[in-house]
């Protein structure tokens, strides 16, 4: 029995594996984008109640100084 059937079967097992390392590796991409694009959000969520503060603020200050 010639080896070349034995080496085929070792080098589809290999490629199996690294298909499936491959798809592993691409579902932890889509996770880590998936929560990077939730921290972006609630960054730009913090940001604006920032700006509203300040808004606020700022108006707190002009009544102060139209009262004075």
Not at 31 to 59: C, D, E, H, R, Y
């Amino acid at each position: 029995m010639s080896p070349l059937p034995i080496l085929a079967t070792v080098a589809v097992t290999q490629l199996t594996g690294a298909v499936t390392q491959l798809t592993g590796a691409v579902t932890q991409l889509t996770g880590a984008v998936t929560q990077l694009m939730g921290a972006v959000a609630q960054l730009m969520g913090a940001v604006a109640q920032l700006m509203g503060a300040v808004a606020q603020l700022m108006g707190a200050v002009a009544q102060l100084t139209g009262a004075v």
